[in-house]
């Protein structure tokens, strides 16, 4: 009687399951190959550069980013993480990290845009992220490793599933907070949609933007340590052998490295959403001094224009002051 009133949802989802992996499975191999080589190619960079190099590069970003507490923070860190033996690992759980964040945007922000720009798309999306941010995390791993196996592919596939929902939410938020008023302004001057969405909206929705990016950071890498359930390598293969062999001192390690990574790209994308908050970066520094040389050559031109015109042009270097 129990088999009666029993719904075969999950009998369903196999058999839509086994449908999708029979017909496409010549874009399954194609996905394969190219995140494997991406990742791959992207780990072996990072392994074969020397690490004083990696170190250094790292915090010259950091510091161009945001400023040179951040570089030498970045310093220090990494220096720990390669005195407790962890550094391929890292580099290998940051190129994983990366790769599946690259993907994770070039979903999200298309689809945010479409969905902040019609009703109809959003009012399907919301319940798809719904669904996909309310899922458990273990349960993108069952489908990633049956379409790919073991290793990096099914880690970056779960990733970005995982993490992709929060960069869909915040780029139609940003697009929709977009002031009416400056929007209907463009339009009055006959901007087309393509330009106001590039030259208005996304410009004033970008801190809201990056908001997203930084949470779909967070939660790849998040997943991209239970990615080390189905084989990949990196920081959750040694967190996985440290729950199996109850070894603390090792999960103690390898946690304080996912740690530092977190910290390095969170940083990293609060600076690029939020520029005028750190003067003190290399970029920030770069940009007054492009802007005080425009300025001193626009009143070199101001000084040596003819006398007859001084009337003028002292109003205008009354304004430029």
Known sequence: ????????????????????????????????????????????????????????????????????????????SLLVVDSMGFWESTMQT???????TLIAIAIAVPLGILAAKNDTVSAVVKPVL??????????????????????????IFAT?????PPGVRFTELGIRGVDSE?????HAFGVTPGKILRGIQLPLATPTIMAGINQVIMLALSMAVLAGFVGADGLGKDVVAA??????????????CVVIIAVFLDRLTAALGNRADYPTSI?????????????AAARSRIITVPTHQSAPLNILEKVAK
């Open 243 to 256: 729950v199996a062999t109850q070894r603390l001192e090792l999960g103690i390690e390898a946690g304080l």
């Open 182 to 186: 400056t929007v209907e302004a463009g």
């Open 283 to 295: 970029r920030a520094t770069l940009s007054r001094r492009k802007s005080n040389k425009a300025i």
């Open 160 to 164: 970005v599933i995982f993490s992709l």
């Open 94 to 100: 940051l190129g994983l990290v990366i790769i599946a």
């Open 130 to 155: 719904d669904f996909m941010q309310t899922m458990p995390a273990f349960v993108y791993l069952i489908p990633a490793v049956l379409l790919f196996s073991i290793g990096f592919v099914p880690g």
């Open 1 to 76: 009687m129990d088999e009666f009133y029993r719904i075969p949802i999950g009998t369903w989802g196999r058999d839509i399951f086994d449908w999708f992996k029979e017909t496409f499975q010549w874009l399954i191999d194609i996905f394969t190959v190219v995140v494997k080589s991406a990742v791959e190619g992207l780990v072996d960079l990072l392994l074969v550069t020397p690490t004083p190099i990696v170190i250094l590069l790292l915090a010259l970003i950091g510091w161009y980013l945001r400023s040179w507490q951040l570089a030498v923070g970045t310093v220090i």
